[in-house]
């Protein structure tokens, strides 16, 4: 049984078949010619999983997959059991990948995070027919390797873009990508500070402000998104450093906020940032504990911030 609810809605089918390679030709041939971005499927716990996972191979292999087995179904006749039900997203409305972890014991959080850049980075190097609105659209993230692999928001038009950096004078903090057609207007950078210093003084003295507070929280953000912890905390130290008071020439980090403040500024667990920061000890970058701590190696710091 199978029923396909609108041509950019879900494709859902079903079978009570008792043999899995039965079950699994059913719900194929209900799917039809329906291209799919991917599909979740429920299946009863009685059904032999090595010749399900043979059928499934066999008729299902064309797009993303993810299914688990079940106590009981809700189908299109409502809650079911001893059956398969499968759930599919059309191609026109949907964007699809997926990752397994195997090793659950030994999961690393940050590489799970690592994973799930790298997926949305994949569902993003496509766009679906249709999505493309009214309006110019540009999408705001980080770039890598050409492609738009950390979204953090986007403008629709009109709009400025890269204005706050230009009123700092300094380089853009994230990448812009047009998701639609787009018409850009540049206008000379001579010609903006000309603008600006023909604003009042308090006006400009306002506008600066916001431009930096909007620059921190986009920096932040960026190393949230695109940096591991210890990226993150290098990042960190480097922009907290100050000259040590007993021993000239060198940088030193005073604590002022709790640690467990400061992890959460950079997105990792207290026992994430305690661990990072003795790694770095160990490796000689820095030294001293309690509220100061000594940056041994600004080179090796900047090299592990990305800088």
Known sequence: MAETLTESSL????????????????????????????GLLFCSHRYPRDRLAAAIDEHLSGFPLVGCTSAGELSERGYDSDGIVFIGFPVDAFRMTQQCFDNLDDFVVEDGRRAVRALTAAARGYTPQGSCGPHERVALGVVENSVLAHQMGAVEGPAWLNAGCAVLGRAPVVDAIADTAVQVRRVPLADFEASLRALPAPALALLRDMARAHRQQAELAVSRLAKDAEARCAEWLLRHAEPAHDAPGTQSVLLRQRKRLIAAQLGIAPETLSRVLRQLRERSLISGSGRVLNLLDLNGLRALAGA
């Open 11 to 38: 494709c859902v089918a079903s079978s009570h078949s008792g043999d899995p390679a039965a079950a699994i030709g059913e719900i194929a041939a209900a799917i039809g010619s329906c291209e799919l971005a991917g």
